[in-house]
């Protein structure tokens, strides 16, 4: 992406609901899935830190199949309770929703739209 989140100028280019970014997620976990196929053993696609903190984005990570999420201990409470209100299967379409929007702004609204319970919850 050629964005750092700790350069300032290019800042604001650093966004995981980039569809793109989705889009190379999904790729890597299917890597890895014929990978392990191929190995005859597992191989783990993880995220952390602030995209795996947001809870709306972390349905999505698991929708697209990402098997671990690591994040700072304030936010798993929040990551924990949207993750068990949805099924595997609809992680799976709230991604795939996701992955079809052409913005990151898009990307999120979708995802989030699919999500009622992070009004409930004020996130």
């Known amino acids: 992406m050629a964005a750092d989140r700790l350069l300032g100028d290019l800042a604001h280019l650093n966004n995981p609901w ?15 899935q014929r990978a392990s196929a191929a190995a005859g053993k597992k191989k783990y ?8 903190a947001d809870p709306a984005l972390a349905v999505v990570l698991v929708g697209l199949g990402v098997d671990t999420l ?13 993750l068990k209100s949805v099924t595997p299967e609809k992680a799976q379409q709230i991604a795939n929703l996701a992955l079809s929007e052409i913005s990151s702004a898009e990307a999120k609204a979708a995802a989030r739209a699919e999500l009622p319970i992070l009004d409930e919850l004020g996130l």
């Open 45 to 52: 696609v993880s995220v952390c830190g602030e995209a795996a």
């Open 70 to 82: 690591s994040m700072n201990a304030g936010a798993m409470a929040a990551v924990s309770a949207v």
């Open 18 to 32: 980039q569809p793109a970014v989705l889009k190379m997620i999904k790729l890597t976990v299917e890597g890895a």
